[in-house]
């Protein structure tokens, strides 16, 4: 039988995953020293826009099972920061933008010729498991943001640094989640220590987050497959 | 074989469901006409919250499944509408405040304890309508909304002359309707105009509208045998 932890050793059991993070995948160590291909930019930007587009339609499932009115007040954030509130803004826009300046056409990218089957996959099992999966779990899924801004800020200084061919206007969506994700994932963290009080639920959010870097990990897998050296 | 029909006699189509709305049911009719007991009124706002409450959810479906930016946009304001953006805002709470007008608190209104199981099959059978279905459909079966406005007329029209004994400002909840309700269904009809153009999806959208209309009369019929005259 395991024990129940506190709210603060649940934390630091969640934050143990950093090192599960795709921020350590061979595929982001090299884009991030400054070793990737135009041709590999090109195809993680192509195929990481099936996420970017889907993460409304999590948090849109996440609203949908979410009994909490103070929560879903929090959480419909998300979805506005990522849909914009007009035609012309929002994360996916500014997605929609970063390929644009890598030299994608905006065509290319939005019906998803280039979307490689395994990152289909992967992001389709995400959504699916917060359509699923007791909200709380689908909330802790997305926990991934706590190792977020340190990949953005790295990958901010290599694209100014290496990818110099790359207009630095493109790199809006990255700023944006450097202010974006903390908040996000401190409201993400202050519902799972609150509502993950068993061993039993703790175990769930420690499996959602492991879940989450696991489909994190195997889109760039797919990626690097397709796009990476030989 | 159904020949396809053009938007305009869809939307005729559709606005035929008038007399199938609740409005028409004999439990609203008495209450239009001034004839409900407070008991009967107190039931109704208790069970009826329980509508109230799930309005988020269903419109957390429709966000999760539906692919179109643009309609998310403008969708989530109903999410914001209901839940409010602070502490105290927002249709639940308007609803809240209804129920302290009529003399319920707000603890037996929240935990449900006079919701009646009819009532809860009805309302879980609508979210889990928009959970499976496409979101076109969950879209058709929002546009009992064409009829809300002149429902909600007349019902603050008898509440303001017949049940003087609930205070005026309780009924906030109706008052922002009459203005939410006709942008809502405008955007409803808007989606299924456009994307309902062949006869199948058509059939379909006319099926959600009365589905819906089955669900609210279905709720009544629940109420009107536990609260209603013998």
Request: with cysteine.
């Amino acid at each position: 039988m395991t024990a129940v932890l506190t709210p603060d050793e649940l934390e630091e059991k969640l934050r143990t995953h950093a090192k599960q993070y795709h921020s350590e995948h061979p595929f982001h160590q090299r884009m991030n020293e400054g070793q990737s291909s135009p041709e590999e930019i090109r195809g993680w930007v192509a195929n990481r826009f099936y996420y970017q587009e889907n993460i409304p339609r999590k948090d849109g499932a996440v609203l949908s099972s979410c009994p909490d009115r103070e929560v879903r007040r929090r959480w419909v954030q998300r979805i506005i920061d990522h849909d914009g509130t007009t035609e012309g803004t929002g994360g996916i826009e500014s997605w929609l933008r970063l390929g644009e300046a890598v030299g994608l056409s905006r065509e290319e990218v939005e019906d998803s010729r280039h979307l490689l089957p395994g990152v289909r996959f992967a992001v389709d099992a995400y959504v699916t498991f917060t359509r699923t999966k007791p909200w709380v779990e689908a909330v802790a899924s997305s926990l991934t943001e706590l190792f977020a801004p340190n990949l953005m800020a790295q990958r901010l200084a290599a694209f100014e640094r290496y990818y110099t061919w790359i207009d630095p206007a493109g790199l809006a969506y990255f700023r944006s989640r450097l202010t974006q994700a903390p908040r996000d994932s401190e409201h993400g963290l202050e519902v799972v220590r609150k509502h993950c009080i068993t061993p039993e639920t703790q175990a769930a959010a420690v499996a959602a987050l492991s879940f989450k870097c696991d489909v994190l990990w195997s889109m760039l897998d797919s990626i690097d497959q397709a796009y990476g050296p030989r």
